[in-house]
């Protein structure tokens, strides 16, 4: 039930109509029996400071930010956590009591939380393979870098991007032109994540041989539309750990959840990827 005092939240994106987050949230709203709504809010190019004023004005909570805004977001809100201020975007707004907005990065946690949770024999020490340099690559080396891997190779299509990484990142961080190169001289299991589009249902195929992995390793693929992407189908014919990209997009979601509606949401249950993913 939606009374007069329902907590309200959103997700902002043009467009804005694919977002699996009003399922998710309202999901888990009706689940839990909280007074509170999440819609979607389309908000076109040029537009974003206008409707964080409105959000405000009309009482939300806060909202989800996606494509194309989580830049311009990190250079409006009043201030930033300290994941938003080193991945450089913001994808979480919590609208605070006096009215200022607090812009966050929850993806890093979300990688991270469900790389634990669906791969526990992953560990700090094993060296990863990053796959893409753009936002969802800076999330994910924020959380592995936070975690102590030791070695993060970047392999980017742009060496140039898989640099500026490496300038933001640090040492640890070490640019390459292939994934041949990445994926040779590992000494041992290795996590092997993908944060490029290729892979994704009306993108390129994601070309890769995993023949190189050393046994044991474990691939992440933040791709979940397909949810069984080629990588994942050719990592467990090779009989290695796999980890899928929907739990990621669940697990960022729960912050969020916690901060707009004043609770945690229900345990993540194994009939959510069908009730994101249908239609
Ligand atoms: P996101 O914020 O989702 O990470 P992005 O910043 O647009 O999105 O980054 C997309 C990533 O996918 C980039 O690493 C991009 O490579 P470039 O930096 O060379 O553009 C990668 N990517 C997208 N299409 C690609 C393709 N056809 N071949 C190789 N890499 C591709």
Known sequence: MITGKARLAGVIGWPVGHSRSPRLHNHWLAESGIDGAYVPLPVPPGGLAEALRGLVALGFRGANVTVPHKEEAFAIVDRRDAAAEAIGAVNTLVVQDDGTIEGRNTDAHGFFAHLTAAAPQWHAQMPAIVLGAGGAARAVLFALRAAGVPEIRVVNRTLARAEALAAAFGPTIRPLPSWQEALSGLPGPALLVNTTSLGMTGQPPL????????ADSIVYDL???????????????????????????????????????????????ADLPDLLLKG
């Open 207 to 214: 070309e890769i041989q995993l023949d190189r992995l050393p």
């Open 223 to 269: 791709v979940y539309n397909p949810l069984r992407t080629d990588l994942i189908a050719s990592a467990e014919a090779r009989g290695l750990a796999t980890v899928d990209g929907l739990g990621m997009l669940i697990h960022q979601a729960r912050a969020g959840f916690a901060a707009w509606f004043g609770a945690e949401p229900p345990p993540v249950t």
